[in-house]
T-cell receptor, first 115, second 113 residues
């Protein structure tokens, strides 16, 4: 079974631009979560989608948004990029939401650099 | 708010020796899950071991085991017979009832041959 895939793997943008990152979960997984990883702040939860609905959201500004499609694939969008948005963005999928036991499987991440 | 603290930014151990990574957490919940994740230089986060808070028995996965002290809110990871492939960043994480993972700052583990 294929793992979680994220595209693109690397991205360079300039301040003020917007960016869209994509995540394809493991087949059969309906929950997709997004995390931002930076050296200073560590790993921080962005949001979680389950069955095309945002179930949870972390403490990030409205410039960060996401969506999930009927095939469970998810995208996250960052508008008006700032230098501080440079980070590794990780996507994780799990079989279903609702029970904390479900293991989250992580993708390789997208490295975003904002110049 | 739930918090996870890893007090050791870096650890090193000789190959074949045993090392213990520390983790403490803060929560008011009674039922939750704790995890240790490993992130090698390739950056793919991998689950090492998990512990259900309602289980008193410490979880074990081959060379990896935990010491779970619920009252003390402590969740340490012991790696026995350390191997070069164990070198990585290790993250302790708490899973909230709302499904999100709260991570510690990580411990960079170096294995000396």
């Amino acid at each position: 079974k294929a793992g979680v895939t994220q595209t693109p793997r690397y991205l360079i943008k300039t301040r003020g631009q917007q960016v869209t990152l994509s995540c394809s979960p493991i087949s059969g997984h309906r929950s997709v979560s997004w995390y931002q990883q930076t050296p200073g702040q560590g790993l921080q939860f962005l949001f979680e989608y389950f069955s095309e609905t945002q179930r949870n959201k972390g403490n990030f500004p409205g410039r960060f948004s996401g969506r999930q499609f009927s095939n469970s694939r998810s995208e996250m969008n960052v508008s008006t990029l700032e230098l501080g948005d440079s980070a590794l963005y990780l996507c994780a999928s799990s079989r279903e939401g609702g029970t904390p036991y479900n293991e989250q499987f992580f993708g390789p991440g997208t490295r975003l650099t904002v110049l | 708010a739930q918090t996870v603290t890893q007090s050791q930014p870096e650890m090193s151990v000789q190959e074949a020796e045993t090392v213990t990574l520390s983790c403490t957490y803060d929560t008011s919940e009674s039922d939750y899950y704790l995890f240790w994740y490993k992130q090698p230089p390739s950056r793919q986060m991998i689950l090492v071991i998990r512990q259900e808070a309602y289980k008193q028995q410490n979880a074990t996965e081959n060379r990896f085991s935990v010491n779970f002290q619920k009252a003390a809110k402590s969740f340490s990871l012991k790696i026995s017979d350390s191997q070069l492939g164990d070198a990585a960043m290790y993250f302790c994480a708490y899973r909230t009832p709302a499904q999100k993972l709260v991570f510690g700052q990580g411990t960079r583990l170096t294995i000396n041959p």
